[in-house]
Nanobody, 116 residues
C-alpha cells in the first residue's frame, strides 16, 4: 500500500529553519513529481513546492521563493523541504503529496509552528 510519511516539523522562532522529510514507499518514486502543500487554520490547502522526477526542475509558490528549497533523493525514496527565514505566516500543517493517474495521495501531515 502506498505510503507517504512526513517528519521534521516542530516549533521554531521567526527567522529560524526547519527541514521536513517525506519517506515514500510502494510506488516507483523516481518516476513521479513530488509536492509539498500546507494548510493553515481556517484556510484552504495551498501548494508550496514541486519537484519533478529527475530533480532538476522545481517550482515554488511566490510566498516561499528564496526561502524554501525542495529536493529529493531517489535512492532513498525521500523528498525534503528545507525551510529558512521562517515567518509566523508559515505556520501550518505541511503535507507531502504525489499524484498518480489522476489520484492524489497524501501523507499524514507535519505541524510547523513559527512563533516567538
Amino acid at each position: 500500500q502506498l505510503q507517504l510519511v512526513e517528519s521534521g516539523g516542530g516549533l521554531v522562532q521567526p527567522g529560524g529553519s526547519l527541514r521536513l522529510s517525506c519517506a515514500a514507499s510502494e510506488f516507483p518514486f523516481s518516476s513521479y513529481a513530488m509536492n509539498w502543500y500546507r494548510q493553515a487554520p481556517g484556510k484552504e490547502r495551498e501548494s508550496v513546492a514541486r519537484i519533478f522526477s529527475g530533480g532538476g526542475v522545481t517550482v515554488y509558490a511566490d510566498s516561499v521563493k528564496g526561502r524554501f528549497t525542495i529536493s529529493r533523493d531517489n535512492a532513498k525514496n525521500t523528498v525534503y523541504l528545507q525551510m529558512n527565514s521562517l515567518k509566523p505566516e508559515d505556520t501550518a500543517v505541511y503535507y507531502c503529496n504525489v499524484r498518480i493517474r489522476g489520484f492524489d495521495y497524501w501523507g499524514q501531515g507535519s505541524q510547523v509552528t513559527v512563533s516567538s
